[in-house]
């Protein structure tokens, strides 16, 4: 992870735009928090990278993608650089949706008091819908 940091330093320093998407429309904050890389967010943040930059097939945000991946240190970086917990993906999800499907206590509760819980999947599902499903509660 640490050639990766000083390889987004470089490129930053270069002026690349933080926000570059590839072509299905993912950002290196996507792939960044998907992996787990706290510290190449907190840089691509920090040059102003579009914290709610969605991709073009799935509509996720880099919330979604930490949430899928349980990554609470990731999804606090997020919502300090505001990202909103109330975007729905392609699959009408909420990064709540996606935290209640990856099943993890601590992820829940990170994003619960900061989403809509109104909000549905398109199979009309609200998170707790999906918390209790998966969680068999």
């Known amino acids: 992870q640490t050639k990766d940091l000083d390889r ?6 270069k002026g690349t735009n933080p926000s570059l998407e590839d072509s299905a429309g993912y950002t290196a904050l996507h792939y960044a928090a998907r992996s787990g890389n706290l510290d190449v967010c ?9 914290v709610n930059a969605v991709t073009r097939s799935g509509k996720a945000t880099a919330l979604h993608r930490a949430a899928t991946q349980s990554n609470d240190k990731i999804i606090q970086l997020l919502l300090n650089f ?3 917990p109330n975007i729905r993906d392609s699959d009408g999800y909420t990064a709540l949706h996606r935290a209640a499907i990856a099943g993890a206590k601590s992820t829940w509760n990170l994003l619960f008091s900061k989403t809509d819980k109104t909000l549905v999947d398109n199979n009309g599902r ?3 819908d999906l918390w209790k499903f998966k969680n068999n509660e």
């Open 126 to 128: 609200t998170p707790l």
């Open 82 to 84: 505001y990202a909103d």
């Open 8 to 13: 987004v330093k470089k490129l930053l320093e």
């Open 42 to 50: 907190q840089v691509l943040l920090n040059h102003g990278a579009n």
